[in-house]
C-alpha cells in the first residue's frame, strides 16, 4: 500500500496517468498531485496535501488540505469525501471560473465541524456578486 512522504508542501510526488496499484493511499507528508487516474481510498492526513486534475475511485479522508486542479481544474470522486476538523478545501478562482470538487452520483461530500474552505483568487478585476460552484455531489 502507498505511503507518500515528501516532506514538506514544496517536496511532490505526481501521479500521471492510471496508476494500476492496489491497496489503499496514505498521503502522510508533503503534496501528492495526481494528474491521472487512480483506484483506491485515499487519506490525507494533517499537514500533507492532494490537488491535481484527476480521478479516483475511491473514499477520500482529508485531514490536511485537499485542492482541485493546478492552478484551476478539477478533481472527480468516484465515491464519498469526508474534510475532517482541522482539514482545509483550497480553491483558486479567477474571473470566470474556479476549481471543482466534482463528486459522482453516488456519492456525498461530509464537511465536518472546524473544516475550513479557502478562496485564493488570481490577480485579476472580478465583477461584482460573482458566483462559483465549487463542489458538486450526486449529480450525473
Same mark, same amino acid.
Given at each position: ?8 508542501? +514544496?517536496?511532490?510526488?505526481? *501521479? *500521471? ?29 494533517? +499537514? ?16 490536511? *488540505? *485537499? +485542492? ?10 468516484? +465515491? ?61
Amino acid at each position: 500500500r502507498p505511503v507518500l512522504r515528501g516532506g514538506s508542501r +514544496g517536496n511532490a510526488t505526481f *501521479l *500521471l496517468e492510471t496508476n494500476t496499484y492496489t491497496g489503499p493511499t496514505t498521503v502522510s507528508e508533503g503534496m501528492l498531485t495526481l494528474n491521472g487516474s487512480i483506484t483506491s481510498s485515499v487519506t490525507v492526513l494533517p +499537514g500533507s496535501a492532494l490537488n491535481g486534475n484527476g480521478s479516483i475511485t475511491g473514499d477520500v479522508t482529508v485531514g490536511g *488540505l *485537499l +485542492g482541485p486542479g493546478e492552478m484551476v481544474g478539477t478533481l472527480e470522486v468516484v +465515491g464519498n469525501i469526508t474534510f475532517q476538523n482541522g482539514s482545509m478545501f483550497e480553491v483558486e478562482a479567477n474571473p470566470t471560473t474556479a476549481d471543482i470538487l466534482d463528486v459522482d452520483a453516488s456519492g456525498n461530500i461530509t464537511i465536518e465541524p472546524g473544516a475550513t474552505i479557502s478562496i485564493i483568487p488570481s490577480p485579476a478585476t472580478y465583477g461584482v456578486n460573482t458566483i462559483y460552484n465549487v463542489a458538486t455531489a450526486g449529480e450525473s
